[in-house]
């Protein structure tokens, strides 16, 4: 999930536990293209709080 702050992007895992944030300064540019970065680090953490799905595939 991707938050606007007023000096960058905070980016935030779902479904997971601990979450990660990822916090990139303006100055930085295109926030999204930095986080293949933290690709590696994020799989290490277990994803049993549920995934993100398109609304068309949601249940309910």
């Not at 536990?17 to 100055?27: C, I």
């Amino acid at each position: 999930m991707a938050t606007e702050l007023e000096d960058g992007t905070m980016f935030t895992t779902f479904g997971r536990d601990p979450a990660l944030e990822v916090l990139v300064p303006s100055e930085h540019g295109t926030a999204p293209l930095l986080l293949p970065a933290f690709e590696e680090a994020a799989r290490q953490v277990p994803q049993d709080q549920g995934r993100c799905v398109a609304v068309d595939d949601a249940d309910g």
